[in-house]
């Protein structure tokens, strides 16, 4: 533990630098703790915060803008790679696109609290193709403020963190593999809090060529929309679609066929929607695999509003 602290006491502007980028890049690597024990040793030595502020500002931006580009450049193909290599539901692509659809750029102001929304809003931000002063703007006060959350914490208990310094330096290699423990229970516990989602959207799918087929056939299926208005408005929609917000104003027959789609990663949000109307006694009801990409790929129709509606 002595090696440890050294290492923060020596090296806190890097090992601050460091621990935020990994944590902003995406991997389950805490950061805030670092940031207030920095600056808590920074106030007991009276050093300037300046430096942790601006160092920690800067990583969390770099990482910003390496998924920024990766949005701009690669779009859903990146958010589908993030959602099976990352820890956390892939639910929090679908509410993460309604919070942006939203509220926009400014969204990113306040993206760092809101648990699973930092990288994901900063690819759709990429995506949705806003300029790169207006992302660095936005996402720049975002960063400074949640850094400055941190660099406030450290330096207000700047004591209660000492205090806890000295109890861990007394511990010696105790305190080391208590936190090593901590790590790899929280990463654990993100583990199985995917492997818990996944299960519940494990069901069977309609592929592109079965719909397709209903669909030329003449039949009468319902095809429901789950997406954002905005997003479908920007992105199109598959004919005889019906945009859904609220399941409970739905008015269908019990034995009708249901087609849910959504443009998200493992259609998460269209096996949410199709499983709720299974509990509501809907026991015709799939979703569609790969969603309106799949589709679309396919070579299959997809409507626009007309000039007149954007």
């Not at 692509?93 to 809003?121: C, D, E, H, Q």
């Not at 208990?157 to 000295?166: C, G, K, M, T």
Request: with cysteine; hydrophobic share 50%; proline share 5%.
């Amino acid at each position: 533990m002595d090696t440890l602290l050294h290492i923060i006491e020596s090296y806190g502007l890097w090992v601050v630098f460091f621990c935020v980028l990994l944590d902003q890049g995406g991997l389950p690597f805490p950061s805030y703790a670092p940031m207030i024990v920095t600056a808590a040793l920074a106030t007991d030595k009276h050093e300037s915060l300046w430096p942790v502020l601006l160092v920690a500002t800067a990583a969390a931006l770099i990482a910003d803008l390496a998924w920024f580009a990766g949005g701009r450049r690669f779009g859903t193909q990146l958010l589908r790679l993030m959602c099976r290599v990352s820890l956390s539901p892939d639910s929090c692509v679908g509410m993460t696109r309604n919070i942006y659809s939203r509220w926009g750029a400014p969204s990113l102001i306040l993206a760092k609290y809101i648990p699973g929304f930092a990288a994901v809003s900063t690819t759709l931000a990429g995506e949705s193709g806003i300029g790169v002063r207006r992302f660095i703007i936005f996402d720049g006060i975002g960063a400074a403020l949640w850094v400055g959350g941190a660099v406030a914490l450290g330096a207000i208990f700047h004591e209660a963190v000492e205090a806890v310094l000295i109890q861990l330096d007394q511990l010696g290699q105790l305190a080391l593999l208590l936190l090593i423990a901590a790590i790899v229970l929280f990463v654990l516990f993100k583990w199985w809090q995917r492997q818990s989602f996944m299960s519940q959207i494990r069901m069977s799918r309609i592929s592109i060529d079965e719909l397709a087929t209903l669909l030329d056939s003449g039949s009468t299926a319902t095809i429901l929309d789950v997406r954002s208005p905005e997003r479908r408005a920007a992105s199109g929609w598959i004919p005889g679609s019906v945009s859904v917000r609220d399941i409970s104003e739905l008015q269908l027959a019990p034995g009708e066929e249901v087609i849910v789609y959504c443009d998200c990663p493992n259609d998460a949000s269209a096996a949410v929607v199709a499983r709720k109307l299974k509990e509501r006694g809907y026991k015709r009801v799939r979703p569609l695999a790969g969603g309106l990409e799949a589709w679309q790929a396919r070579g299959r129709p997809v409507l626009r509003p007309a000039a007149s509606e954007q």
